[in-house]
Each structure stands twice: as structure tokens, then as C-alpha cells.
């Protein structure tokens, strides 16, 4: 399991940070999302051969949210 720290834009409550930890939760391999909404903050918990960042950011945009 790798650990990332990556930054979210477009959050305004805590129904944002909901919608951004099931879209990554929701994917294979994301073992664990922590939203933070002060710091606009993701940080995530995943295994690195069976999920990629390209991915983990896509789902987030989906969702109606950024991931830089
Ligand atoms: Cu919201």
C-alpha cells in the first residue's frame, strides 16, 4: 500500500467531501480516502499495481470535483 497526499478543488461541505471519498473509495485498489475540506486535502491510501493517479483523478472529476 502506498499513501499520497493530493490537493481537492470544488469542495464546499461536508456532501462534497462524501461524494469525493466514495468516488475514490469506490474504485479497486483505494484501500482509503481522508478528505479533509479546511486544507481541500485528499489523502489516500491505495495499492499502486491495481490503481492508478490518472484514475483516482478521473473519478474525483466525474464526481463534479478536481484533483491536482
Ligand atoms: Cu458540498
Known amino acids: 500500500m502506498e499513501t499520497i497526499r493530493k490537493t481537492v478543488t470544488g469542495m464546499t461541505c461536508e456532501m462534497c467531501v462524501r461524494h469525493v471519498r466514495?468516488?475514490?473509495e469506490d474504485l479497486?485498489?483505494?484501500d482509503r480516502a481522508k478528505i479533509d475540506l479546511a486544507r481541500k486535502?485528499?489523502?489516500i491510501t491505495y495499492?499502486?499495481?491495481k490503481v492508478?493517479?490518472?484514475e483516482m483523478a478521473k473519478?474525483?472529476?466525474d464526481a463534479g470535483y478536481e484533483m491536482a
Request: aromatic share 0%.
Open 41 to 43: 486535502e485528499a489523502v
Open 52 to 54: 492508478g493517479l490518472d
Open 59 to 61: 473519478a474525483v472529476k
Open 47 to 49: 495499492d499502486a499495481s
Open 28 to 30: 479497486d485498489g483505494v
Open 22 to 24: 466514495e468516488a475514490l
